[in-house]
């Protein structure tokens, strides 16, 4: 409730006192009625337009709120279907539920493509959906510039030999670390090259190359970035008329129909590319002729006193070998999963590897089950009906007989922030959803010979 003074005090400590204790306004004897109509107007209308204000933000964080249990929520309800997919997929063609001919595999790996496409365009979806909504944190780290190029290389290097594309590199020795979110940057290198062994006809080459630049103006106002790193990654391809690189970088925009229909893709790629660097303090760059190929670059800032990317150098292959540990029994594990399509996927799968499964719905139930059987190893979904599994996994480590039994989350939100939950709430790993067979079965491994 707004309070105004009206005394016939008009020193300024008696002012001051009155402001102090609370009074929006301090009106002076002798009145004059048209300035105190005028006043009292202003701060009802100053009081009105605050109140709105609050609503307006009340009503922002309410569908911030709803927005984010819409993204978790269509992130389980669309990744728990393709779990299945892809993970039966996986196990069909590792012949678990017996032998496969040519024709039959042919038509799994479609399978496969094309539920990793549709996995792609989910997780483009949700990224976008987070950055836009400030929701996405970045994890900075040092990292060499030249091993993460090298790395990144490494995905898209089958996809250019079935095209007899040359890949080549211009990676000079001692360039500066760079403070960055090592999986984002690599995402954002991912996604260009793949554009462009998409966009480079066979026989054509690629280049991704690297080197220090000039910081662009900015606006930036942080002195302890005084120079960039440039990446370029140049093609041979299609090409972009200057009227559609704009485009390119908006959400959902492809630039001709007919490409569409040609080249498959989300849409969504470059204005990921653009975010994540810009997330960075960075720029994106795009030189382009039709018919004779295109460069992407990326500057990112560097550190005043950047430190030497150290030489590369061939590293040994570790492979962790996917044989049972000695026992007397096959391990034991515990399923915690409400759906039934998961559950055939992971158990067909588990047991075709030596495991023994027993099976909870529920967190109540994996909480009981767990008390009674002392299974070797849990695996704990986090969305289930009635006890979700974060209580779940808190139950079980206040048991004393199950304080440290390997618990590995898996879980379809995989939102901002969940990996940390599921670690808090007593899980030794997490994964999410869908699951690589193979890498379940490796993380298991690793769990159980520690």
Known sequence: MPIIFVSALGEVGNETKGFELGAIDYI???????????????????????QELQKKNQDLARATKLKDEFLANMSHELRTPLNAILGMTEGLQEQVFGEINNSQTKALQT?????????????DILDLAKIESGRIELELTLTAVAPLCQSSLGFIKQQALKKRIQLETKLPPNLPDLLVDKRRIRQVLLNLLNNAVKFTPEGGCITLEAGHDQCPESGSTDYSFLNCLRIAVTDTGIGIAPENIKKLFQPFVQIDSALNRQYAGTGLGLSLVKRIVELHNGQVGLTSEEGVGSCFTINLPCMACPLPSPELEAQPKHSIKLSQPKQEASPLILLAEDNEANINTVSSYLKAKGYRLIVANNGSEAIALAQAKNPDLILM???MPGMDGFEAMQHIRHTPNLVDVPIIALTALAMTGDSDRCLAAGANNYLSKPIKLKQLVTTIQQLLLK
Do not use: C
């Not at 002076?28 to 605050?50: D, E, G, M, W």
């Open 28 to 50: 002076t004897k002798p009145l004059s009625p048209p300035v105190i109509k005028a006043r009292i107007k202003s701060h009802l209308t100053f009081q009105q337009l605050n």
């Open 111 to 123: 399978i496969e493509r094309s539920g990793s496409h549709l996995l792609e365009l989910i997780n």
């Open 381 to 383: 979904d986090i969305q």
